[in-house]
């Protein structure tokens, strides 16, 4: 399905959300350039316990994490060259501010001769966003939390 026929299917307050995930986004790969992905990583967390940043996105908390997810996935793309740690990080504040547990995972692998990088988020429930077999390839190099944790 096109950017533009997802877009269409969206209800007002989707968009309303979605807006408000792109400003988030833009915040998000501002700080990446200025503190590198653990100092961002370590804001996150730090800020997401402030009671009035819990409430950003406003009405997030009425989404199940699975449509935010989406919204995250759609505000992203505003990001090409670092979308899934931008993406990665969006949905950790998300689920921080929930309250719950979740770190950002880095992974590598090396497939045809051409060394990746990903990045993905781990909550208490699993991986978000992601299909466990298309992280499976990947080994980590390093996560915000603890390593073995997930």
Same mark, same amino acid.
């Given at each position: 399905?096109? #950017?533009?026929? +997802? $877009? =269409? %299917?969206?209800? /007002?307050?989707?968009? !309303? ?6 400003? &988030? ?23 997401? #316990?402030?009671? +009035? $940043? =819990? %409430?950003?996105? /406003?009405?997030?908390? !009425? ?6 997810? &989406? ?26 501010? +929930? ?52």
């Amino acid at each position: 399905m096109t #950017k533009l026929a +997802r $877009l =269409r %299917r969206l209800s /007002i307050r989707d968009i !309303a959300m979605l807006s408000q995930l792109v400003l &988030l986004t833009y915040a998000i790969a501002a700080a990446l350039r200025l503190r590198g992905w653990q100092g961002v990583a370590q804001m996150i967390v730090s800020r997401s #316990k402030s009671r +009035r $940043l =819990r %409430r950003f996105p /406003i009405f997030h908390l !009425a989404y199940p994490i699975e449509n935010l997810n &989406l919204l995250a996935d759609m505000a992203s793309s505003v990001c090409p060259r670092n979308r899934c740690l931008v993406r990665s990080m969006v949905l950790l504040w998300l689920l921080r501010t +929930r309250g719950e547990s979740a770190e950002v995972v880095l992974g590598v692998r090396k497939r045809a001769g051409v060394f990746e990088a990903h990045a993905w988020t781990v909550s208490e429930r699993g991986p978000v966003g992601e299909q466990p077999e298309a992280i499976a390839e990947f080994q980590t190099l390093t996560t915000t939390g603890k390593p073995g944790q997930w």
